[in-house]
């Protein structure tokens, strides 16, 4: 089995449609937590924590990654911070969460996509890894 780098890497960042497209327009089923006109928050395939959600836009509209934000993306990115707040209101992650974002093949982005990573349900640790 692939380590997540290597996933990561084999990944090509593009523009491309993804999984994620396939998720928005339901051809793939995805357990969905939170979902309005911007943003689809779903829970993670392969969880790394009790609570494991992703929160993407569904209009990617050039926004593969965080390194690839615009400044007409900030509302967007608002949106989805937002949301991860909301959302982990709705999951009981009162006594905190973490929110991940992956960017680029160093970073371990392994969907190119912008997405938010909601983590809780456990004690985290720091430093990340």
């Not at 993407?56 to 989805?80: M, N, Q, T, Y």
């Amino acid at each position: 089995m692939a380590s997540e780098k290597e996933a990561a890497l084999a990944a090509v960042p593009s523009d491309s449609p993804t999984i994620f497209d396939k998720i928005i327009s339901k051809e793939i089923p995805s357990k969905v937590v939170f979902e309005d006109d911007e943003v689809l928050a779903f829970r993670d395939i392969s969880p790394q924590a009790p609570t494991h959600i992703l929160i993407i836009p569904k209009v990617k509209d050039g926004l593969s990654g965080l390194s690839k934000a615009e400044e007409r993306h900030c509302e967007i990115l608002g949106r989805l911070l937002y949301t991860a707040k909301v959302v982990a209101k709705q999951e009981g992650l009162d006594d905190g969460f973490r929110i991940v974002i992956n960017d680029g093949p160093s970073g371990c982005q392994s969907v190119y996509h912008i997405h938010i990573h909601l983590l809780g349900g456990r004690q985290m640790n720091w430093p990340p890894g």
